[in-house]
Nanobody, 124 residues
């Protein structure tokens, strides 16, 4: 079992930055492939970024590539999402998720564990 708690959301102006954190419980965190997803009002949840257990491989949606950076610290059981050059269309609830998988997982339905989400609002 893994419990995930996100933090770091808030209100920021367009062009600004935020860093989200996701703290995980459990001693086997480094076995998990981790992802960040987001859901805007009235829209379906969408994939944003993901990272392999070692941190050596990262994956991004085209909409955030070049602006967002996912990273992880296995010693701290934490995954991060650094978000730069934020746009109003980045406004959403951001969720981190975990799945015990050796390979890439970008579809939300394949993840086993989810956090409660943190709100990110970007004003124009």
């Amino acid at each position: 079992q893994v419990q995930l708690v996100e933090s770091g959301g808030g209100l920021v102006q367009a062009g600004g930055s935020l860093r989200l954190s996701c703290a995980a419980s459990g001693r086997t965190f480094r076995r998990y492939f981790m992802g960040w997803f987001r859901q805007a009002p009235g829209k379906e949840r969408e994939f944003a970024a993901a990272i392999s257990w070692s941190g050596g491989n990262t994956y991004y949606a085209n909409s955030v590539k070049g602006r967002f950076t996912i990273s992880r610290d296995n010693a701290k059981n934490t995954v991060y999402l650094q978000m730069n050059s934020l746009k109003p269309e980045d406004t959403a609830v951001y969720y981190c998720a975990a799945v015990e998988s050796p390979g890439v997982v970008t579809r939300g339905r394949e993840y086993d564990y989810w956090g409660q989400g943190t709100q990110v609002t970007v004003s124009s």
